[in-house]
């Protein structure tokens, strides 16, 4: 999920659970933004958006050592996003009720991990790894115009599995 046009990044933390099972949780992104427009020509009119989103992780995964320095691990996820939009348009053009909008989704799902782990040296690491997502997403969009309020809904089902699914990570154990 990226409402507003950035790029995702995030944070893990792991703890170990025994010799070859490790606890994760992840703050994979968080987008937050706010766009105003008051453009000097005419034909074109003031409009602002406001959004904000996240998505998180939470699994367990299994490790399995080749050498010393380089193991393979493989795990299953829960991940749960969530992204709102405000709209708002002065364009006279529009109809009143197209001129606020709010879009709300709601996305859990189930990540497979898998992925490589290489030492670096003194406590750091490399790995990468493919997550492909098998998920639900509910939106909803709302046009507001004064005390009215049209809703539409959308209920989608799918697996991700694309350049998205790809992490390559610099980690420190400390």
């Not at 320095?69 to 795990?75: D, E, L, M, P, Q």
């Not at 049209?150 to 154990?173: M, P, T, W």
Request: glycine content about 8%.
């Amino acid at each position: 999920m990226d409402p507003i046009g950035t790029k995702t990044y995030g944070i893990q933390y792991k703890t170990n659970l025994n010799d070859h099972t490790i606890l994760r949780f992840a703050f994979s992104s968080f987008d937050a933004g706010f766009k105003a427009t008051r453009p000097a020509q005419s034909s074109q009119y003031p409009s602002s958006t406001f959004g904000i989103g996240t998505d998180m992780e939470a699994g367990i995964e299994k490790r399995v050592s080749f050498t010393e320095k380089v193991s393979a691990f493989y795990g299953i996820d829960f991940v749960f996003g969530f992204g709102w939009m405000h709209n708002q348009s002065d364009n006279p053009s529009l109809s009143i009720d197209s001129r606020n909008t709010n879009d709300f989704s709601i996305s859990p799902g189930i990540g497979f991990k898998s992925g490589i782990l290489l030492e670096l040296r003194n406590g750091f690491f490399a790995a990468a790894e493919i997550s492909p997502m098998l998920f639900y997403r509910f939106t909803s969009d709302e046009q507001i115009s004064g005390t009215r309020t049209a809703v539409s809904r959308e209920h989608d089902l799918g697996f991700q599995a694309n350049a998205d699914a790809l992490k390559i990570s610099l980690a420190y154990r400390w």
